[in-house]
Structures are given as C-alpha cells and as structure tokens.
C-alpha cells in the first residue's frame, strides 16, 4: 500500500483486468525468474516507483520530480512523511515497490534522485531525465508500446490501458478502445458551444464519448469524461451514419464535444473527414492538451476549435488537473496562427483561478501571443465532480473578468454560463454599436452584412460568418 499522505499520488486507472493482472503479477513474482521477473514487477505494480524525501524540507523538490514521473506515465507516489529515510525504504520494500528514489540537499541542487531498485539495490544518482530514459524502466520491457497523442506520454504493456481510458495496446500498437461508439447524440445552437464568431445562429450535431487526458476535479461532464466505464457508449455510429444524421437534422456542423476529443484521434479524423467531403464543417471543444507531433494532424481536421484554457497557472494544472499549461499554451499558439477558427474559454472557479492578478496575467499573454481579434469567453462554474462544497461564480466576477480583458484591448470578450445580454452581444470593435445581440443561446439581432463587415461602419468583424 502507498504510505498515507496528502501527497501519495492515486494511483492511475488500469485496466479492467487489473486485478486479474495483479494475480498473475504475484504469481510470477514468486515463481518465475530472470528478466521475465524484473518486468513484471514493474509493469504489473500499481506503484512502481516511490520517491522517498530524506525530510519533509525537500517535500517540493520530491513533489516536482513525482509530476514528472506521472507525466511520463509512470506511476509514481511520494512518501514526504517525517519518518527517518531508513524507514521509509524498509516500508518501500516491504510494499514491494520495484524502484525507490530517494531525494535530499544533494540531488535537490543537481535535479537528480538517489535511485535504488528493489531487486538491483542501491542504483547511483540519476538525473531525472535519465531517470524517465533509464533502460532499467524501458529497454528490458521490449512488448511495451508508447502513445505518443498527448503529453502523458503512456507506455503500455499488451492489453494495458492508457490513462485517458481509451487507448490500449493491442498487438504492439495502440488501439482506440471506443472507435465507432458514442454516448448519444444532440442538435444544440452553435452558442452553445461556445462559438460566438462561427456561423452564428446554426446549429450543430454534438457528440462524444467517454475518457480524457486530464482529470480536472471541476470537470462539468464528470459522468462520461471522467469515466472509464465502456458500457456507457451504448450508441455505435459510422462516420457515414454521423453525415447522415446531420445532415437530417439541417445541421451544418458536427462538434466533437463532451469528453475530450483528442484521445479518440482516429475516430475522430474519419468523421471529419466524411463531413467535409459531405459539405459539413467539424468542431473540436478540447482541452488542448496534445503532443506537438500529434496537433497540426488533429487540429487541420478541424474548421473550429473552442480551447478551455483552465488557468493561467502551471500550479492550478497540476494540482487540480493533474496536467500542464505549457502544451496548452503552444496548441493555443498554433491555432491561432492556423486556418482554423479558434475561440478559448476559461471557467472560472471561486477562490481558484478568478484572482485579478490571474486574470490580467491571461489576458496580458493572450493579446500578445494570440491577439486582440480572438474570442475570449468567461464562464460560470458550478458545484461538480470533486469540487461540490465551493459556490458557483458570481456575476459580479465574471463582469470584472469580462472588465479585465477589455482593460487589454481584446475585441470580443464574452461571459457564458449566466444571464447576461451584455456580455453576450458582439460589438463592433471599431463603432461600439452591437453587431449580434443573444439572449442565451438565441440570436435577437445580426446586424453582420455578407462581407463580414459591421453594418453600421464596415468594419470586419473577425470570424466565419455565413455569405448570404
Ligand atoms: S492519449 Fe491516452 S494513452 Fe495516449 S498518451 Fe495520452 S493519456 Fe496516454
């Protein structure tokens, strides 16, 4: 067992299996030997490397190299109770624990860990990128395959799962477990999604599956995306049946939406690409968390993006997403630079990420690295998942917000998940005469002319608008 701790990381989502793996793990523990054994200590363990603080001062040091190793895919706790170090590696022991890394003054200075392996002993100091590459982890476990689609970076045994849920190792490949399943389908107001600037007024055929690559503990749709439970696709779709119902439905686009879509890629990039040759446009509501091999092949497909940019703080992701801005931020960098529409929208969580230092530094960042012209939307959270005893955002916060954003110049700036036609009506950024008014999901007035333009100054309003 992980030591009790605050700290001690859950362990990652295994495979239905997992117990089944465990037993035949122990089996072979006991009764095999050689390099078959060191494998299946470590990919059968549910925790295969701990690390160990000599004390509780190096806790942040100890902390920043356990993200590391969870980002890797690795799972990894951290033991930074006040027990004396010669403990804590007995208790690591006899947890079975395949690798202890061991972190005080020394390798705190030279980012490294004192690593010991439960079978090979005392290892030497390794620098913590060593660490991730040390053949020790990776080079004895020929069978295992990495998915390269997101910043997890999963290694994954035969038959293991990835810790988005839905990606597993088959026949040394990675495979979607949920190719060509949905959870249902839904015909909502483009709005909804939230696009403001694409096509407003159309409506879209929504659909979605269950799993993602982060595991935000506000996360709104907690019931599928934070689910692992493949019962719950109860609907299977062909890209062609995807058209079809669109199309019956006068949608003129499909929105990948509801659980992230990145990690169902496949899927995902056969729909798209039956919708385009049919006339439709395609959507992505996405987390944005994306390996840079990965992004330009994804993002392409897609005429629209809405990028939830969670918080402008490296902290906030870790802690409360279990992932990282930076590969946000770079996919937020390419989109706005790429053919593909993009709006972001960021929930803001009282007490969390509404600080107006926080909110300036994100406005600051978005008008220089993605400019004044792209939709930025403020939404209200509401009590869900894990964070059910902190209050839902006020008006009063998202109109500051909204106040903050406009403070940098930013042209459209929204706020979503409230009543509030001024927040939700489009002005011209160059007359201040309001272009779309909404109500909610509903259009009142359209005052965009067939170039795109204000119709009151012919200023051009930035988005895809329809011509006629
Ligand atoms: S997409 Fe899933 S399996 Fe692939 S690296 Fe990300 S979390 Fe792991």
Not at 307 to 328: A, H, M, Q
Request: net charge negative; proline share 4%; charged share 20%.
């Amino acid at each position: 067992m992980c030591p009790a701790s605050a700290e001690t990381a859950a362990c990652h989502c295994r495979a239905p299996l997992g117990s089944f793996e465990r037993f035949c793990g122990i089996l072979i523990e006991h009764f095999a030997a050689g390099s078959l054994q060191i494998i299946s200590s470590l990919w059968l363990a549910l925790e295969q490397i701990r690390i160990l603080t000599v004390s509780e001062k190096f806790g942040e040091y100890g902390n920043a190299v356990l993200k590391k190793l969870q980002l890797s895919g690795l799972r990894a706790s951290l033991d930074n109770r006040g027990e004396k170090i010669g403990a804590k590696i007995r208790e690591g022991r006899l947890d079975l624990v395949p690798y202890l890394a061991v972190v005080g003054a020394k390798e705190a200075e030279n980012g490294s860990v004192a690593l010991r392996g439960r079978k090979e002993g005392e290892l030497g100091e390794l620098l913590v990128p060593s660490v991730l590459a040390e053949p020790i982890f990776f080079d004895r476990i020929t069978s295992m395959t990495q998915c390269d689609l997101c910043p997890r970076q999963c290694t994954l045994s035969e038959g293991q799962t990835g810790i988005c849920g839905v990606r597993t190792c088959r026949d040394g490949n990675v495979s979607l477990l949920s190719y060509g399943k949905t959870t249902g389908f839904a015909v909502d107001p483009i709005e909804k999604k939230p696009l403001n600037h694409f096509y407003p007024g159309s409506k879209i055929l929504s659909f979605g599956s269950i799993g993602c690559n982060l595991s935000c503990q506000f996360c709104q749709n907690a019931t599928t995306a934070q689910s692992r439970d493949l019962s719950l696709l109860t609907t299977s779709a062909t890209p062609e049946d995807i058209v079809r119902l669109a199309t019956q439905h006068h949608c003129e686009s499909v929105a990948f939406t509801y659980n992230e879509p990145i990690i169902s890629k496949e899927y995902v990039l056969d729909v798209a690409a039956a919708c385009r040759s049919a006339g439709l446009k395609t959507v992505a509501v996405s987390n944005g968390f994306i390996s840079e091999k990965c992004r330009s092949d994804f993002f392409d497909s897609m005429d629209a993006a809405n990028i939830d940019l969670k918080s402008f703080s490296d902290t906030f992701y870790r802690d409360y997403c279990n992932g990282e801005i930076e590969p946000v931020k770079d996919t937020l960098r390419y989109l706005a630079r790429s053919h593909t529409w993009l709006e972001v929208t960021t929930l803001l969580i009282p007490s969390l990420n509404d600080s107006d230092v926080e909110i300036d530094a994100l406005c600051n960042w978005f008008s220089e690295n993605l400019g004044r012209e792209i939709p930025l939307h403020f939404s209200a959270f509401h009590p869900a998942h894990k964070l059910l005893t902190l209050p839902s955002t006020s008006a009063p916060t998202l109109h500051r917000a909204r106040e903050i954003a406009l403070s940098f110049d930013l042209c459209y700036v929204y706020t979503g998940n409230i009543d509030d036609p001024a927040g939700q009506t489009t002005y011209c950024p160059q007359c201040d005469q309001p272009v779309i008014i909404r109500h909610r999901f509903t259009i009142d007035e359209y005052k965009i002319d067939e170039e795109s333009c204000c119709k009151y100054c012919g200023q051009t309003i930035n988005g895809r608008f329809a011509e006629s």
